[in-house]
């Protein structure tokens, strides 16, 4: 469903990746785990179409990633930041503006799964009326997972998504992932995304 074929990029003068070649099959669960500053974030942008490859080729559904197929494929995807880029607002209306979105319209959303979830994750429903930009950055992890979780595309990429979450949050996404049906490529040191069924991955240069 999604292949890296002979991809290179550098940024900078660095070379990320280096004939890098990965398949992922639907349904796989990939975790990138390579050291910091190897290029983990680069590589789901890559997906997202934010970098285009040196050379090389990344195929998504069969399609190549190219800028005029971009929007049909992000449409696919839910994508997890690092900082958990959320619109300024009260979260009850950020939540309410995403899902007024033309793409995410007939998607069944409503402010009671909204509520559930957001009892799911520990978190108080006094959070509605907080000001996305007052909320700690656990809450805001816990938000983009409940944002992705409701938008319930089949393909999730994941920047850091348990790191600021306590071990039995973590434990809480982690499961999430292994029972889910979903594509997930998720970067993480956390070693808790070292269970079955994820495939790790440690090096980008080859
Ligand atoms: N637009 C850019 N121009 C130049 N260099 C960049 C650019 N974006 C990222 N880099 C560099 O590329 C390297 C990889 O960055 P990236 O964020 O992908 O790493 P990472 O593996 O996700 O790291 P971390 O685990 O610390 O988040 C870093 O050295 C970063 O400074």
């Known amino acids: 469903m999604i292949r890296f074929k002979n991809v290179s990029l550098t940024l900078g003068n660095k070379q990320l990746l280096e004939q890098f070649n990965l398949n992922i099959a ?51 995807i839910g994508y997890l930041s690092q900082d958990i880029d959320l619109p300024n607002g009260k979260v009850e209306e950020v939540f309410d503006e995403i899902f007024h979105y033309a793409v995410n319209r007939n998607i069944n959303y409503s402010r009671d799964m909204l509520i559930e979830k957001i009892r799911e994750v520990n978190l108080k429903e006094d959070i509605l ?35 600021a979450l306590d071990e039995a949050m973590k434990n809480y996404f982690v499961d999430y992932i292994k029972q889910t049906k979903k594509t997930v490529i998720c970067s993480s040191h956390d070693k808790e995304w070292h269970t079955e069924p994820m495939r790790i991955i440690t090096n980008l240069r080859s």
Request: proline residues 6%; charged residues 25%.
């Open 26 to 76: 639907k349904g796989d669960k990939v975790v990138i785990s390579a050291p910091s500053g190897a290029g983990k974030s680069t590589l789901l942008k890559l997906l997202l179409g934010f970098f285009e490859p040196d050379e090389g080729r990344i195929l998504f559904n069969q399609k190549e990633l190219r800028p005029e197929n971009m929007r049909l494929i992000r449409s696919q």
């Open 129 to 163: 009326a907080k000001n996305t930009i007052d909320i700690s950055g656990g809450e805001r992890q816990r938000l983009g997972w409940i944002l992705v979780m409701l938008l319930n595309r089949p393909v999730l990429l994941l920047d850091e998504p348990t790191s």
